[in-house]
T-cell receptor, first 113, second 114 residues
Framework: GAGVSQTPSNKVTEKGKYVELRCDPI?????LYWYRQSLGQGPEFLIY????????DSGLPNDRFFAVRPEGSVSTLKIQRTERGDSAVYLC???????????FGPGTRLTVT | AQSVTQLDSHVSVSEGTPVLLRCNYS??????LFWYVQHPNKGLQLLLK??????LVKGINGFEAEFKKSETSFHLTKPSAHMSDAAEYFC????????????FGTGTRLLVSP
């Protein structure tokens, strides 16, 4: 079956612009996670959804970052007023529920110039 | 708070020789530990996981890891490296937050030469 997909695969934007990153989880997975991987580092947790609600957003770095999952499937990570420090690979994962194996997408590489 | 330390940023081996990727963890209680692999332009893939059952855990592609509480270690091994094993490997600990909030190490890049 299809895995987790993320679009776009690459995004280049100018400092100060707004961007949206999309994640399509595996069909039927109720849990969805966003991580950020900076160059030379391991992924860092951003936010976790169970269904439509954000159950834990403690990893979001500041209020410029926001994520939604309105119908409990596709999720969008939104970044306002982008900064060069936001440049990273943004990873999405989904699972059958809390405590189940997380399946990762290929990521979106965001470059802020 | 849980954390993991991967002791080597790069490991180089020859094809057919053993692989050892080292990981030490810090946890205030019995942890869940994982190894993930990341091939270029592909998603992270779970290799194996330890969740307080057998201390020797077997994973995919011939990899295994041993949980040693006395040494707070969870090293990843494979008896014989294959060229396709070249990738980035992450040691991961799970925080007990009601869901698997994964905390990743900084990664070890495995290089396999012919």
């Amino acid at each position: 079956g299809a895995g987790v997909s993320q679009t776009p695969s690459n995004k280049v934007t100018e400092k100060g612009k707004y961007v949206e990153l999309r994640c399509d989880p595996i069909s039927g997975h109720t849990a969805l996670y966003w991580y950020r991987q900076s160059l030379g580092q391991g992924p860092e947790f951003l936010i976790y959804f169970q269904g439509t609600g954000a159950a834990d957003d403690s990893g979001l770095p500041n209020d410029r970052f926001f994520a939604v999952r309105p119908e409990g499937s596709v999720s969008t990570l939104k970044i306002q007023r982008t900064e060069r420090g936001d440049s990273a690979v943004y990873l999405c994962a989904s699972s059958h529920g809390p405590g189940y194996e997380q399946y990762f997408g290929p990521g979106t590489r965001l470059t802020v110039t | 708070a849980q954390s993991v330390t991967q002791l080597d940023s790069h490991v180089s081996v020859s094809e057919g020789t053993p692989v050892l990727l080292r990981c030490n963890y810090s946890s205030s209680y019995s942890p869940s530990l994982f190894w993930y692999v990341q091939h270029p332009n592909k998603g992270l893939q779970l290799l194996l996981k330890y969740t307080s059952a057998a201390t020797l855990v077997k994973g995919i592609n011939g990899f295994e890891a041993e949980f040693k509480k006395s040494e707070t270690s969870f090293h990843l091994t494979k008896p014989s490296a294959h060229m396709s094993d070249a990738a980035e490997y992450f040691c991961v600990v799970s925080m007990n937050t009601g869901f698997q909030k994964l905390v990743f190490g900084t990664g070890t890049r495995l290089l396999v030469s012919p």
